[in-house]
């Protein structure tokens, strides 16, 4: 009698091979990195649609950037209700270590609401970050006139989420 079908040797030896295609797949794809990267794309989408909203802002108003931000000074951006500790936070958009951008150390609530006002119909909350009610991890800053908008934390897109070599994530108009 001629039996038809594969031997159990056969389905081990497919099943291994599929097994090691399958595990070399997946660490080329990284998900990690691919994470990370989506996260820094919504930074950046974030980032720019702030900018966007201000420069819009200027334009249909007739507002100006000391119209948010004193010269010399960078906010916090966030909504109604925003507290930002005095002098204490410190946005260290590259992961370096370094301080790159310190939010205004003035006397009053340094959380700039651009919901409340009006120019942002709604504002997303930087991801992977752990904030006070209505904080969103971006900052607004006015370097002599200079509109910069950035992002307080990113992640490296590298293996891991290393944050040793992350991007700066900011923009200027």
Same mark, same amino acid.
């Given at each position: 009698? =001629? ?6 040797? *056969? ?15 997946? %660490?080329? @794809? ?6 990370? *990267? ?20 200027? @334009?249909? =108003? ?6 948010? @931000? ?6 916090? %951006? ?10 204490? %936070?410190?946005?260290? =958009? ?20 651009? @919901? ?25 800053? =006015? ?11 990113? *992640?490296? *897109? ?16």
């Amino acid at each position: 009698m =001629n039996k038809r079908g594969f031997t159990m040797i *056969e389905l081990i030896i497919v099943i291994a091979i599929v097994a090691v295609l399958a595990a070399v797949a997946f %660490v080329a @794809v990284d998900p990690a990195k691919r994470l990370h *990267e989506s996260r820094n794309a919504a930074r950046l989408q974030t980032v720019n649609a702030i900018a966007d909203a201000l420069a819009t802002d200027f @334009v249909d =108003n007739g507002t100006s950037l000391t119209t948010y @931000v004193p010269d010399n000074t960078a906010y916090m %951006v966030g909504n109604a209700g925003c507290t930002t500790p005095v002098g204490v %936070v410190v946005c260290d =958009n590259d992961a370096d270590g370094v301080a790159d951008v310190t939010l205004a150390a003035v006397a009053a609530d340094v959380c700039l609401d651009l @919901v409340g006002s009006g120019v942002l119909a709604s504002l997303s909350v930087n991801p992977n970050m752990t904030l006070p009610d209505g904080n969103s991890g971006y900052y607004v800053q =006015n370097d002599n006139g200079g509109l910069y908008v950035g992002s307080c934390t990113s *992640e490296m *897109e590298g293996a891991g989420g290393n944050t040793d070599a992350a991007p700066a994530i900011m923009t200027a108009r």
